[in-house]
């Protein structure tokens, strides 16, 4: 069965510095997610994409934050400069076209630490 | 806005007994009802969705969930329960025929003790 895949999925970093998360979401999906899960908590959203361009994005993600579909396959979520407070877990997920009633399939995530 | 509650962080219950992980939530219009289940280090897999029609929804592995419009409620459950079921289970849910993404609840922890 197709899924998604992530990489790396665990990335240490020093504070301050900029984060590429990379997502290949599956082939035939087009609509496409960034969520995190700080440790023990909920997961939040953070932004949609379809059609090249950003969709709906949440309060979370400010101007640090940006993503990109840069070749076709790939999907990424940068952080200009991180913070702390950015450590937890981000997922990538994504889902066919439809009535927003078909599920997401969520990659397995990665561990940002930010130390 | 959109919101889920689950009221209950942990749940436990002993092998071959039936299980509930309780979700409610709040929606404008009608709602479109999601459980995923999250294993340890890995992303979220989607269990069972509640679109429209009959109210009690099967999905993967033996769960099923009930929509209950009056009480708001999308309680999932499994009539025995399994010591791999234990996981952590979230509901999630977005408005009918929008484009806003979901909203998940906090998660309720499952164990299911031998």
């Known amino acids: 069965e197709p899924e998604v895949t992530q990489t790396p999925s665990h990335q240490v970093t020093q504070m301050g510095q900029e984060v590429i998360l990379r997502c290949v979401p599956i082939?035939?999906?087009?609509?496409f997610y960034w969520y995190r899960q700080i440790l023990g908590q909920k997961v939040e959203f953070l932004v949609s994409?379809?059609?090249?361009?950003?969709?709906?994005k949440s309060e979370i993600f400010d101007d640090q934050f940006s993503v990109e579909r840069p070749d076709g396959s790939n999907f990424t979520l940068k952080i200009r400069s991180t913070k702390l407070e950015d450590s937890a877990m981000y997922f990538c997920?994504?889902?066919?076209?439809?009535?927003?009633?078909?599920?997401?399939?969520f990659g397995n995530g990665t561990r940002l630490t930010v130390t | 806005a959109q919101s889920v509650a689950q009221p209950e962080d942990q749940v436990n219950v002993a092998e071959g007994n039936p299980l509930t992980v309780k979700c409610t939530y709040s929606?404008?219009?009608?709602?479109?009802l999601f459980w995923y289940v999250q294993y340890p280090n890995r992303g979220l897999q989607f269990l069972l969705k509640?679109?429209?029609?009959?109210?009690l929804v099967k999905g993967s592995y033996g769960f099923e969930a009930e929509f209950n419009k009056s009480q708001t409620s999308f309680h999932l459950k499994k009539p025995s329960a399994l010591v791999s079921d234990s996981a952590l289970y979230f509901c999630?849910?977005?408005?009918?025929?929008?484009?806003?993404?979901?909203?998940f609840g906090s998660g309720t922890q499952l164990t299911v003790l031998p």
């Open positions: 997920a994504s889902r066919v076209m439809g009535q927003g009633d078909s599920p997401l399939h």
């Open positions: 929606v404008s219009g009608n709602p479109y």
């Open positions: 999630a849910v977005k408005p009918t025929g929008s484009a806003r993404q979901l909203t």
């Open positions: 082939s035939n999906h087009l609509y």
């Open positions: 509640y679109i429209t029609g009959d109210n």
């Open positions: 994409f379809y059609n090249n361009e950003i969709s709906e």
